[in-house]
């Protein structure tokens, strides 16, 4: 219980005699939860605030173990997503082909030897009381063993299926046969589950490869492996968190498998960033004189100020995931902000109670390393710097004209969803298989399927229409027999399969639909009465979704835009700062995506990456990239401004503070960057796709953005802006001091007669 003479009791008075207005002291007390006043609590009572966080992960966890996590079985949007509905509802499961590939590059199909190869994968199968046709190729040297159930899909066809796939499996690797003959098995079935083993187990020897590269990487930094490990642990544990939070959240946004990785690595990357932040600030005090509590006071002031502005940023730009309405893009997102909340909440709590409790003995484990990376700054960046500032007008030329080169190959980005067969290994039999059957037998590409839902009566006049449909797609050449045609018990839904021309991911296709949906479709079973359509299929898909990116993509990058200037806005309390900063990083996702293209969309690295180009960039990667990127080139540059910022407020000049500024945190920007290149690196090196080109973007970004543009850049910009770089309109003198420290709020001494007016409006340090 407060009593009348406690100290919350006699400030309000205190201040008013001080000079201070009702307003300004309802300001003081509104900071009362900020990082720096949460950081002295916590390092008063470490213990406490451990166990508390132990407790806020664990709970997180029960959380996520308690709920569940919700997959996202599809990520279909529009028309197709409408017809994969249909086709659930109404029990059409669409077929599923399983095939026997006999191939021999000497050997035509009249010979005794190719047709003994094919007898015997026929015996095999019929013995399972499955179907098996033969079809011959072309050229005579390839020859197709459908394989089928002849009735509905179901559990006993499936595991008849399987039977089938492992004697074909057993035949085509047993050497010696068939002498001269190659057989392989692939189908709709077994491309599926290769793919998902290809891209599993990739995912899974990132996540044990992250952990110890960043530890690499934060030893390097500091020379000491307790001051590596603690960020790394305040890392892991906030992911583990996130993850754990994801549980409930993924009820309302459900998340694919493979995207926890992604949330994992990125949550993992801000997080030892943020704690490396406050880390190397905390070091650099005490190096400087300060005792640990004084270390600890300025760095929750200043760290943890920018740590929390620098998580709103990042997550802010995460929000621009949900505008196209892509329940892939919604659950990164909710995922990715939830692990950066944790992050946050982490830095500014649990932080100042372990460099508390580790005092003096966080440098312990020192690790002598030749020329190692310093958290407070070697020599290389302060000399460029000093370079910069001495011709900051031509290193910004210089810097624009690079990034701008990079950029421009942008200019032809193409998005689209790979194949299969490019999605995954390069050197996947199975998937290979696939795609040399899809080159031999044009009628067993990627189908199309085409849904109809009608009333019983109009059955016969369905019939008719099916039969003009199928002729004219055969005359036109945009679909290749044996048609597949099957109906609900009610006769009231059916579904023509209609196998694509193309490999299903390239433009015949895509065009293929396209002609399906505005011309074919709406001549002939778009006429019955009643009907309702749907064209859908994995190419269908891919145009809608890759339609819905593009529609919100321009929305997107104007949210995040605007969230972003005006977060800084009200940060910075400047119009020029967050103008600049947008354009940087506009400059620098620009960039990233030259980058993309010249290594993804040309072939010239694909012995270097082990990837087949197929002339796209995934489409849901340029919004993904974008919103990422953006979010963490904010947190370089409000680290970077807010030491700025806090040397100009102590009266520095603008160009002596950008120097002082960037020397001393151009180590931790270094380490930073390196933690998050070396981890989105990882990604460069799996087999899928569009993991692959993610991961080689992010890492690209990064480093250009921790180079060019904090190194050059950035300087070069704020030099020749000088002090108009805190320039605000006096119509904008309204705006929150949300960037207010809290060495503002101290109580101020009687004794020294009332504070000036002018000296309470002054900015205080954000550093």
């Not at 493979?258 to 949550?267: E, F, H, N, P, Y």
């Not at 002598?368 to 031509?394: E, K, M, Y």
């Not at 899928?688 to 993610?694: R, T, V, Y």
Request: charged share 15%; aromatic share 6%; net charge positive.
């Amino acid at each position: 219980m407060i009593t009348s003479n406690s100290p919350d009791r006699r400030r309000p008075r205190r201040w008013l005699a001080a000079g201070m207005t009702r307003k300004q002291i309802g300001r003081t007390r509104a900071v009362r939860l900020s990082p720096a006043r949460i950081g002295r609590w916590s390092a008063r009572r470490p213990w406490l605030a451990l166990t508390i966080w132990v407790a806020f992960v664990v709970g997180c966890v029960a959380a996520g173990a308690a709920t569940g996590t919700s997959l996202l079985s599809s990520g279909s949007v529009g028309q197709s997503a409408r017809g994969y509905d249909v086709m659930t509802q109404q029990g059409l499961p669409g077929p599923s082909r399983e095939y026997a590939f006999v191939h021999s590059g000497a050997l035509v199909s009249t010979d005794p030897a190719f047709m003994a190869a094919v007898r015997d994968v026929q015996r095999r199968v019929t013995a399972l009381g499955l179907q098996a046709s033969a079809t011959t190729s072309a050229d005579r040297h390839s020859v197709l063993v459908s394989v089928s159930s002849g009735q509905s899909a179901g559990p006993a066809t499936g595991n008849a299926l399987l039977a089938a796939q492992a004697r074909i499996q057993a035949l085509a690797a047993a050497p010696g046969a068939h002498p001269g003959v190659t057989i392989a098995e692939t189908g709709d079935s077994s491309a599926n589950n290769a793919q998902n083993q290809v891209v599993n187990g990739n995912l899974h020897r990132v996540e044990l490869l992250a952990i110890p590269v960043t530890l690499v990487v934060l030893v390097l930094a500091f020379g000491s492996l307790v001051a590596a490990l603690v960020p790394l642990l305040l890392g892991v544990t906030a992911v583990v968190a996130g993850l754990g939070l994801l549980g409930p959240i993924s009820h309302q946004f459900p998340v694919q498998d493979s995207a926890k990785t992604v949330i994992m690595l990125i949550g993992l990357a801000v997080g030892v960033d943020y704690a490396l932040f406050y880390v190397a600030r905390s070091r650099q005090e005490r190096q400087a004189g300060a005792t640990a509590r004084q270390a600890l006071e300025t760095t929750s002031r200043t760290s943890g100020r920018t740590v929390v502005i620098s998580g709103c940023t990042v997550a802010l730009a995460m929000t621009g995931m949900f505008v196209p309405g892509l329940k892939v893009l919604n659950g990164i997102a909710a995922g990715t902000i939830a692990v950066i909340a944790c992050a946050v909440a982490g830095s500014v709590t649990v932080l100042p109670a372990v460099l508390t409790l580790l005092g003096p003995r966080i440098d312990a484990g020192r690790i002598t390393l030749p020329r190692r990376l310093r958290a407070s700054g070697g020599g290389f960046w302060p000399a460029l710097t000093g370079r910069v500032l001495r011709r900051p007008a031509a290193a910004a030329a210089l810097a624009t004209g690079l990034l701008l080169a990079l950029a421009y190959p942008a200019l032809s980005l193409h998005m689209a969803q790979p194949s299969a067969v490019a999605l995954t290994a390069p050197d996947d039999q199975t998937l290979q298989t696939l795609a040399a059957v899809q080159r031999a037998f044009p009628g067993t590409g990627e189908p199309a399927f085409v849904v109809i839902q009608a009333p019983a009566a109009a059955r016969g006049a369905l019939t008719r229409e099916f039969a003009r449909l199928q002729a004219l797609a055969a005359s036109d050449r945009i679909a290749y027999p044996p048609f597949q045609l099957a109906s609900n018990a009610g006769h009231t839904a059916a579904e023509l399969s209609l196998p694509l021309t193309g490999d299903g991911a390239n433009q015949a296709s895509r065009q293929a639909i396209q002609t399906l949906r505005r011309t074919l479709v709406p001549e002939t079973v778009g006429h019955v009465p009643g009907a309702r359509t749907y064209v859908t299929g994995a190419t269908a898909a891919d145009v809608d979704f890759t339609s819905q990116v593009r529609g919100g993509l321009t929305y997107a990058i104007a949210l995040v835009l605007v969230l972003a200037f005006c977060l800084l806005l009200v940060t910075f309390r400047s119009v020029i700062v967050p103008l600049t900063a947008v354009a940087l990083n506009l400059l620098s996702v620009a960039a990233a995506y030259g980058v993309l293209v010249l290594v993804f969309q040309h072939t010239w690295a694909q012995p270097v990456l082990r990837f087949r180009s197929d002339g796209t960039i995934t489409a849901w990667l340029p919004l993904f990239l974008f919103v990422v990127l953006f979010g963490l080139s904010m947190d370089y540059h409000v680290f970077i401004l807010s030491r700025v910022r806090e040397a100009v407020t102590g009266g520095e000049p603008t160009r002596q503070a950008i120097a002082r500024s960037i020397s001393r945190t151009a180590g931790v920007i270094t380490a930073a960057a390196l933690v998050m290149v070396c981890v989105f690196s990882l990604f460069g090196t799996l087999a899928s796709l569009d993991i692959k080109q993610a991961g080689v973007g992010l890492a690209a970004a990064v480093l250009i953005d921790a180079t060019v543009i904090r190194g050059v850049l950035l300087p070069a910009t704020m030099a020749l802006l000088g002090e108009r770089n805190w320039y605000l309109p006096r119509w904008l003198s309204w705006l929150p001091r949300v960037g207010l420290e809290d060495q503002a709020a101290p109580e101020p001494a009687v004794a020294a007669g009332p504070v000036p007016r002018d000296r309470l409006a002054e900015p205080t340090p954000l550093g």
